[in-house]
């Protein structure tokens, strides 16, 4: 279910109610209006669609009208409109939202594939949007067109699960793949290359930069070897050319997702459970 803490995670307090499915695993945020929240599922085989808070948490509502089917994977916020969101949703491709969850609209012309992970607005240039797909690459999506366009020179990765912009440089993303790595590109997504540095990890669930720290960024893996040597969190210092283990006070090392506030609070969710530190 849903968990709500007021203290930075000290202390938690269900908030569940209206929930029509308890498995949430993605999360957004209006940055306009932390009270309005949405959730997907994230599970391919819980069809729940997205849920909705407008009150901080206190009640959900289901937010489904157009989507088809409704095992929605990823939702990501317009920053400069939070009213206008993306969805992905596994077998049934993008779509988009121009009111707040209100009506969707499949918005997936010139993706090669209804199958996804992630539909990511870009930070420093909010006019992109990359979506990683399952089998298919990385697509993106400039303002005021409608066709997805391949974005995926030099990335030898067939399935992307996670990217990130660079808040303070527009040219500068990451994209995290399960058993191909980390790739970085520094033209704007246009053309990317593998990085190796430090990095003994090839699946990788998460990357996120630091928000007030220029350069820093974190990645959450899984180990290989299930919960063996090589997983966990890594920290880079470089804008993700080189990595080093950040694992202290981990009891695994299989981590499932990652999230850095503006306050330098690091939040880990891993198989054992959630853990935070401060950066």
Same mark, same amino acid.
């Given at each position: ?46 069809? @729940? ?173 899984? @180990? ?27 009891? @695994? ?8 506030? @503006? ?17």
């Amino acid at each position: 279910g849903m968990f709500k803490s007021k203290d930075v995670g000290k202390f938690w307090e269900t908030a569940s109610t209206g929930l029509s499915a308890l498995n949430v695993g993605r999360l957004a945020v209006d940055p306009w209006n932390p009270d309005v929240v949405y959730a997907a599922p994230a599970y391919i085989n819980i069809p @729940s669609g997205i849920q909705k808070t407008s009150d901080g948490a206190k009640t959900w509502t289901a937010k489904n009208k157009g989507l088809d089917p409704l095992t929605a994977m990823w939702i990501e916020l317009d920053r400069s409109n939070p009213a206008t969101a993306y969805t992905i949703v596994w077998g049934g491709g993008i779509y988009r939202t121009y009111n707040g969850g209100d009506d969707w609209e499949k918005a997936s012309d010139g993706l090669p594939g209804l199958n996804g992970y992630c539909v990511v607005h870009g930070e420093a240039d909010p006019k992109v949007w990359l979506a990683g797909l399952d089998g298919s690459g990385l697509y993106r999506l400039d303002e005021g067109a409608d066709r997805w366009v391949e974005s995926k020179k030099g990335l030898t990765a067939s399935s992307i699960w996670h990217l990130a912009q660079d808040p303070n440089d527009g040219n500068a993303w990451l994209a995290g793949a399960p058993e191909a790595g980390l790739f970085k590109s520094t033209d704007g997504a246009k053309s990317w290359r593998k990085v190796t540095k430090g990095l003994m990890v090839s699946d990788i669930y998460r990357v996120v930069y630091h928000p007030k720290k220029p350069g820093v960024v974190y990645l959450g893996s899984k @180990s290989a070897a299930g919960n063996g040597p090589g997983g966990g969190v890594f920290r880079s210092t470089d804008g993700g050319e080189s990595w080093a283990p950040d694992n202290a006070g981990l009891p @695994s090392l299989n981590v499932q997702d990652l999230a850095v506030t @503006s306050t330098g609070l690091i939040y880990v969710g891993t198989d054992s459970g959630l853990f935070y530190k401060q950066d």
